[in-house]
């Protein structure tokens, strides 16, 4: 049964040897602990994320991050090359392939070999592990910042491995964001011990003195997403991170579309992970926030979406939030081309830049969805807590199972799935179906009040049709959904 409790370094080390074992690729490589340190160790700060992220931290600016990922070695590194150059990012991901992110590393291979004949990249992203240590260096040392792996992973312990003994000094992900967004049926009690390993290898090198940074994945599933259920998950995955010793955590928030809502939540989010950390015992953790420019259905029009990806990069930087992954244009339509990748990240800084000496000033508003949001986690983070008997692990586990916490539009059976979210008035995300969610009756309420106020003032009756219609406004150019748009 998963607890949260620090892997001793016996058990890390067993772990380590049983995965290492299963090398899929034929040449294993030299994967000494001892030559990754100090290899890490040998990096400037300016190419280390967490480093980079402390700094950034300090001088209270907005950085931009693209997403990115081909199958083929060079035109990867020409591709992130491309995005630092002309698109100036500030950090660079990659993003690793389908078939990895799955541990189909055959089939990965058969992709790369495919795209190295017809010349042109079939694979949805980095096949980070068929590349290896030596493909990753080569990756890392072409650029001139930090670099982070980007994916969607349940079991990402052989790429976490790979990844960081190759300079990359971010890994995305956890046990439950990266479980219940992207998997169908995979246990959580499993996804959690995953990370727990990944994370205790970042633990590992801190202990050597070597900083590295994990992001929990933010958004979920990206859809009329309520903060309150995102920022609770971030925060119980930094608690799971943090007692394996990881101590630079950057929490992530995906754009919901009202900007005083969406500030609120960032705010909460960092002042919350803080609180949490020192509550649960873990006082040096260094936390930083990152926006998600919008994550659910773009428009079509590449104007209408450059206009989205500048009003997301106002919101970020306007929220004080400390990095930014950017769209593109070619959101709606897959995968983007390399230079529709940089304009997008040309427009983000060009905002983030105009920007930054302003922040979104104190008003009645924003303290109150503050507050809300606060209030609301707690009662999420008690509910769970109490479950898991003190237990965050358990608590998730068995809170997942019983609804106490529920994300709208997860494909995961594990998941409860009985919430439904709506748009109030000025479209803020409210919910209207609260299955078994771990709330008082004096949130609910509180929402009930919000969308009834709604449907008033639209004239029309609280029904599943309601939140179908704001799925699909924004890239109707609406925040909030009307009747049978
Ligand atoms: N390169 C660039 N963007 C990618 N995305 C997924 N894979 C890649 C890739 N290889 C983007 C999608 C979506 C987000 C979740 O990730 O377009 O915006």
Redesign the pocket.
């Known amino acids: 049964m998963v607890k949260n409790k620090k892997l001793t370094m016996e058990q890390f080390l067993e772990t380590r040897k049983e995965i290492l074992n299963h090398w899929p690729t034929g040449n294993h490589p030299d994967l000494d602990l001892d030559k990754a340190v100090e290899k890490l160790k040998k990096i400037p700060p300016h190419k280390n994320f967490a480093l980079k992220l402390r700094e950034a931290k300090k001088n209270n600016i907005t950085m931009i991050q693209p ?4 199958a083929r070695l060079q035109e990867h590194i020409e591709l992130l090359q491309y995005l630092e150059k002309e698109g100036k990012a500030d950090f660079l991901p990659s ?1 690793i392939d389908s078939y990895t992110r799955h541990n189909r590393y055959q089939n990965a291979q058969d992709g790369i070999d495919e795209s190295e004949k017809k010349g042109r990249s079939l694979l ?2 980095f096949p980070c592990v068929n590349h290896g240590v030596d493909g990753c260096t080569e990756v890392f040392e072409k650029i001139n910042v930090p670099i982070q792996a980007r994916h969607g992973t349940p079991d990402a312990r052989l790429l976490s491995e790979i990844i960081h003994a190759s300079g990359w000094t971010s890994n995305e992900g956890g046990g439950i964001s990266y479980n219940i967004p992207y998997a169908k049926s995979i246990s959580l009690e499993d996804t959690i011990k995953y990370w727990q390993y990944c994370d205790r290898l970042v633990g590992y090198y801190q202990e050597q003195g070597v900083e590295l940074n994990r992001e929990p994945f933010g958004p979920l599933t990206g859809t009329l997403c309520p903060p309150s259920i995102s920022n609770t998950v971030a925060i119980l995955e930094s608690l799971m991170a943090a007692e394996q010793g990881v101590k630079n955590i950057t929490v992530g928030y995906g754009q919901g579309g009202n900007m005083v809502q969406d500030v609120a939540a960032l705010r909460a989010l960092e002042e919350q992970t803080n609180h949490y950390l020192k509550l649960f015992g873990y006082e040096d953790v260094f936390v930083t926030t990152v926006f998600h420019q919008w994550m659910g259905g773009f428009p079509s029009d590449e104007s209408e979406a450059m206009a989205l990806i500048a009003y997301a990069s106002t919101v970020a930087t306007y929220g004080g939030a400390t990095k930014m992954i950017t ?1 593109t244009t070619h ?1 709606s339509f ?3 081309t390399k230079e529709a ?1 940089a304009k997008a990240l040309k427009a983000s800084k060009f905002v983030t830049n105009l920007v930054k000496e302003q922040k979104m000033p104190d008003s009645e508003e924003l303290t109150f969805e503050i507050e809300q949001i606060k209030k609301e986690v707690d009662s999420l983070i008690k509910s769970i807590v109490h479950e898991g008997k003190g237990d965050i692990c358990q608590g998730t586990i068995l809170g997942f199972k019983k609804g106490l916490i529920d994300i709208p539009f997860a494909p995961s059976e594990l998941n409860y799935g009985k919430i439904l979210p709506a748009r109030d008035v000025d479209g803020k995300i409210r919910i209207l179906e609260f299955g078994n969610l771990g709330f008082t009756e004096e949130i609910k309420d509180f929402h009930r009040t919000k969308l009834n106020e709604r449907a008033k003032s639209q004239n029309r009756e609280l029904t599943i049709q309601m939140v179908i219609d704001d799925i699909y406004a924004v890239s109707n150019g609406n925040l909030v959904g009307s009747e049978g748009e």
Request: proline share 8%; net charge positive.
């Open positions: 997403r990115a990922g081909v993003t949805n992203g769209k959101e897959g995968v983007p990748n």
